[in-house]
């Protein structure tokens, strides 16, 4: 982890603002409008609040997009952080274990932030598949294969763990439900994770960041490492590389809802479909950010985004450590104790998301920049 003291003004903004957005809604911020389910009336924000849940096992909501998202676009990053280790002479060799280091500190981080207390005497008692040790091993790997690989062999890795996760899933026996099992119970993730897999798992009997969805997970920073290459190329102009992010998204979209007939979409195994989809989405995304904000030049409506994204670590250990909620209530109460009960976790869950942006906006006023 290391502190920038001056931001990089050369940096795609859109790409930061994708993060940011992003990173708000997986660290929590979209609670005050999950907690609006039901109150306003409006069938429009009661659609909107069933979007930020997940769905029981098979199916897909838009929050389901959002840890896939996040993926994506660390592999965006990677394109660009290679590349200009590359330039500056850096060796494979020093890129693998500033890639490698970063994986360590990610999965640190991650125990810290599943675990707490964490019970370092007993490790039987710690969940050890977490967000931000997915986020790590997925991007460390993307690295390798990175400065191995062009992008058409990238794209025959993604074609390949695709098809071998799918091949695995439907061929391989589980114990007392055979082959082919999609259910909770019997498929050969949670089989895996349960006989392989060591200390507490989320679904106590399955964990969705455990062993076996990790490689289709790698996929995810895989396309965005084209995604970033198609960004990075100085000789393609700007409306060009929209459609070419536009065009895999086109492609990758059906294809993964085509798959879904067979091996249905579900966040909980990272589906071969499910990647896909979210995939093309995520380039799709990313066009629509960078058009957006990079192309046209509209800036300022993201700023917001862009002050998260600049301390996306920040943004999500924060949630986790310090009890936002306690001290919106302490400061806000006052404020909104007049209106019916049922609206004072909305407006408490608005008065945290203030709270954690004013802090991580006098970050990026010192020009402090913790990166991983």
Same mark, same amino acid.
């Given at each position: 982890?290391n502190?920038?003291a001056?931001?990089?003004?050369?940096?795609?903004?859109?790409?930061?603002a994708l993060?940011?957005f992003?990173?708000?809604?997986?660290?929590g911020g979209?609670?005050?409008?999950?907690r609006?389910?039901?109150?306003t009336?409006?069938?429009?924000?009661?659609?909107l609040?069933?979007?930020l849940?997940?769905p029981?096992w098979?199916?897909?909501?838009?929050?389901?997009?959002i840890?896939?998202?996040?993926?994506?676009?660390?592999?965006?990053?990677?394109?660009?952080s290679?590349?200009?280790?590359?330039?500056?002479?850096?060796?494979k060799?020093?890129?693998?274990k500033?890639?490698?280091?970063?994986?360590?500190?990610?999965?640190?981080?991650?125990?810290?932030d599943?675990?707490?207390?964490l019970?370092?005497?007993?490790?039987?008692?710690?969940r050890?598949?977490t967000?931000?040790?997915?986020i790590?091993?997925t991007?460390?790997?993307?690295?390798?294969?990175? *400065?191995?690989f062009g992008?058409?062999?990238?794209?025959?890795?993604? +074609?390949? $763990? #695709? =098809?071998?996760?799918?091949? %695995?899933? &439907?061929?391989?026996?589980?114990?007392?439900?055979?082959?082919?099992d999609?259910?909770?119970?019997?498929?050969?993730?949670?089989?895996i994770?349960?006989?392989?897999m060591p200390?507490?798992l989320?679904q106590?009997?399955?964990?969705?960041?455990?062993?076996?969805?990790?490689?289709p997970?790698?996929?995810?920073?895989?396309?965005?490492t084209?995604?970033?290459?198609i960004?990075?190329?100085?000789?393609?102009?700007?409306?060009?590389?929209i459609?070419?992010?536009?065009?895999?998204g086109?492609?990758l979209?059906?294809?993964?809802l085509?798959?879904? *007939?067979s091996?249905?979409i579900?966040?909980?195994?990272?589906?071969? +479909?499910? $990647? #896909? =989809?979210?995939?093309?989405? %995520?380039? &799709?995304?990313?066009?629509?950010?960078?058009?957006?904000i990079?192309?046209?030049g509209?800036?300022?409506?993201?700023?917001?985004?862009?002050?998260?994204?600049?301390n996306?670590?920040?943004?999500y250990?924060?949630?986790?450590?310090?009890?936002f909620?306690?001290?919106?209530?302490?400061?806000?109460e006052?404020?909104?104790?007049n209106?019916?009960?049922k609206?004072?976790?909305?407006?408490?869950?608005?008065?945290?998301?203030?709270?954690?942006?004013?802090?991580?906006?006098?970050?990026?006023?010192?020009?402090?920049f913790?990166?991983?």
């Amino acid at each position: 982890m290391n502190e920038n003291a001056t931001f990089r003004s050369r940096r795609l903004l859109s790409i930061d603002a994708l993060r940011g957005f992003d990173m708000l809604l997986i660290a929590g911020g979209g609670a005050f409008i999950e907690r609006s389910h039901g109150l306003t009336g409006m069938r429009w924000i009661d659609w909107l609040a069933t979007q930020l849940t997940h769905p029981a096992w098979n199916g897909f909501t838009f929050y389901d997009f959002i840890f896939p998202l996040f993926l994506f676009i660390a592999g965006v990053s990677l394109s660009f952080s290679l590349q200009s280790g590359l330039e500056r002479g850096m060796s494979k060799a020093a890129l693998y274990k500033k890639a490698f280091n970063r994986f360590l500190i990610l999965f640190i981080l991650g125990l810290i932030d599943k675990n707490t207390p964490l019970d370092l005497f007993h490790p039987a008692n710690i969940r050890y598949g977490t967000v931000l040790g997915r986020i790590g091993i997925t991007t460390l790997v993307a690295a390798i294969l990175y *400065l191995n690989f062009g992008g058409r062999a990238r794209l025959a890795w993604v +074609s390949g $763990i #695709l =098809l071998a996760y799918y091949a %695995a899933v &439907f061929l391989i026996p589980v114990p007392g439900y055979g082959a082919g099992d999609l259910s909770f119970e019997g498929n050969l993730v949670g089989w895996i994770d349960r006989t392989f897999m060591p200390g507490i798992l989320k679904q106590e009997t399955y964990d969705e960041n455990a062993l076996l969805t990790t490689f289709p997970a790698i996929c995810l920073p895989l396309l965005g490492t084209l995604a970033g290459d198609i960004l990075r190329n100085t000789e393609r102009p700007e409306k060009t590389k929209i459609g070419y992010l536009c065009a895999l998204g086109a492609i990758l979209v059906p294809l993964g809802l085509i798959w879904g *007939l067979s091996f249905p979409i579900n966040k909980h195994m990272w589906s071969s +479909s499910f $990647i #896909l =989809l979210t995939g093309g989405m %995520a380039f &799709f995304m990313l066009a629509l950010f960078y058009g957006i904000i990079d192309v046209l030049g509209y800036r300022r409506w993201c700023f917001f985004f862009e002050v998260i994204g600049a301390n996306s670590i920040v943004v999500y250990m924060a949630y986790r450590l310090i009890d936002f909620n306690y001290t919106s209530k302490l400061l806000f109460e006052g404020l909104y104790m007049n209106f019916h009960e049922k609206w004072h976790p909305v407006f408490n869950a608005l008065g945290a998301l203030a709270l954690v942006w004013l802090l991580l906006y006098f970050l990026y006023r010192k020009r402090i920049f913790i990166k991983v």
